[in-house]
Structures are given as C-alpha cells and as structure tokens.
C-alpha cells in the first residue's frame, strides 16, 4: 500500500492547475476563406482567370489587400461594404456586384451576422501571388 503525503497531491494538483492555465486558447478561424474552383489561362498572354467562393465571417473584414489583375464578384448572401482606397465606399448585398481594378488596396466588410458568400473572378498575372496583403 503506498501512502500519498498532503502535500505532494497539492504539489501536484498546483502543477496541472499551471499546465492548464497556460494552454493557448483554440486558433480563431480566418476571417477570409477563399476555395479556388478553377483556374485556367486565358487568351491574354501571362494572364489567367481565377474563379472562387470566398466567404467572410460575420462582422469581419477581408484585411487589406491588392490583386495583380481584377476582381469581378457577385455576393450571393450577406451584405457588405466594399472600401477600394480613393473611392466611396460600396454598401452592397445578395444580388449585387462590384469590380475591383488591378492593383487597386482594398477590403471587404461582412456588415452582416451571418457569413458574407460571393463568387469572385480574378483575371490576374499567373507569375503573382493571387492576393497580397497591402498597408
């Protein structure tokens, strides 16, 4: 029979209470979800089409970004508003649409409480990155 001192089971009950409290909380889903559904060259030399859903969470933004090419998107659900710098910003919903000129900064904000969905058609320089952060 092994005898278990008081103080080694408080020792040990303040250990698993530490390793707990330090356990970093669940990641955060992205804000921004973009499935590319095709992508394929087009007459234009270097440039392809780039055909997405992209979803934005409840309430979130996109995050400021540019594309080397257009964007050409049609919300399906939700509503938005649409800041491209230097220009009014675009209050949109299901049904709408919107292009974004080539290297233009812009962001996406799902004023909505439920995800914002669209489809996005990206005509782009196939040798960039799709989307690139931008300050």
């Known amino acids: 029979?092994?005898?278990?001192?008081?103080?080694?089971?408080?020792?040990?009950?303040?250990?698993?209470?530490?390793?707990?409290?330090?356990?970093?909380?669940?990641?955060?889903?992205?804000a921004i979800q973009r499935t590319i559904l095709?992508?394929?060259?087009?007459?234009?030399?270097g440039r392809e089409a780039v055909i997405a859903r992209v979803e934005i969470a409840p309430e979130s933004f996109a995050g400021r970004h540019t594309h080397p090419g257009e964007e050409i998107t049609y919300i399906l659900e939700g509503e938005a508003e649409i800041l491209v710098e230097g220009q009014p910003v675009l209050k949109l919903k299901a049904g709408d649409s919107f292009i974004i000129p080539a290297g233009a900064k812009h962001d996406a904000h799902n004023t909505g409480k439920q995800p914002l969905k669209m489809v996005g058609v990206y005509v782009v320089d196939k040798s960039q990155p799709m989307a690139t952060p931008a300050p």
Do not use: E, N
Request: aromatic share 2%; no cysteine; glycine share 2%.
């Open 1 to 30: 029979m092994t005898i278990v001192s008081k103080s080694s089971t408080i020792v040990a009950a303040l250990v698993a209470g530490a390793l707990f409290a330090q356990t970093p909380p669940a990641a955060k889903p992205p």
């Open 38 to 45: 095709q992508r394929k060259d087009i007459s234009m030399p």
